[in-house]
Each structure stands twice: as structure tokens, then as C-alpha cells.
């Protein structure tokens, strides 16, 4: 069983930025595939942005160039990096671990993008 805990979600105006974080808990975190996925009011979950174990990225299109997804494999951390946001940003994020064909997920993070 692997626990996944996100932080760093919060209230943002247009233009603005946000940090988030989410540990996963485990002896073999670098062999884990990462993903932040987000979900907004009467709309299905999307994926955000994932890692794999390698480092390899992948971005929705629609925060390409907004957002960063990075690990940290020594603290069991990754994180996205949300820059330029705007309003239909605003979602539940969630960070998904995945781990020998197990997903684990987190309990989600708010994230609001409102002047």
C-alpha cells in the first residue's frame, strides 16, 4: 500500500502562480510513475501532467508551457509548478502514484483561479 498526500493548493488570481507537492510513501519511489490530474465541478478528471520513473513528461495540451511536473526522488516528492494560471484552472488536483501496475491516489488539493 503506498499513501499519497498532495499539498500546496490555495486561492489565486489570474496571472498567478502555485506550487504543488504530493509525497508518496515507499522504499521504491523512483520506480514509480507520477501524475497530477484534475478534476473540476460537473466535469470528468483529466490528467494534468505525469513523470515516469526516467524522467520522461507529459502535459495536457492546454497547460503546455504553464506547468512543470519535476521529482525528487531523495524526498519521495513531486511537485507542479503552475505559473500563468487562469480561472479554468480551478479544480480538485489530485496526484496519482503508480506503482507495479497499482494506482495509488491522493485526497486532493483545491486550486482556485478568481480575482
Known amino acids: 500500500q503506498v499513501q499519497v498526500v498532495e499539498s500546496g493548493g490555495g486561492l489565486v488570481q489570474p496571472g498567478g502562480s502555485l506550487r504543488l507537492s504530493c509525497v508518496a510513501s515507499g522504499t521504491l519511489f523512483n520506480y514509480y510513475t507520477m501524475g497530477w490530474y484534475r478534476q473540476a465541478p460537473g466535469r470528468q478528471r483529466e490528467m494534468v501532467a505525469t513523470?515516469?520513473?526516467?524522467?520522461?513528461?507529459n502535459y495536457v495540451d492546454s497547460v503546455m508551457g504553464r506547468f512543470t511536473i519535476s521529482r525528487e526522488d531523495a524526498k519521495n516528492t513531486v511537485s507542479l509548478q503552475m505559473n500563468s494560471l487562469k480561472p479554468e484552472d480551478t479544480a480538485v488536483y489530485y496526484c496519482k502514484c503508480t506503482r507495479f501496475r497499482s494506482d495509488y491516489w491522493g485526497q486532493g488539493t483545491q486550486v482556485t483561479v478568481s480575482s
Open positions: 513523470i515516469t520513473s526516467g524522467g520522461h513528461t
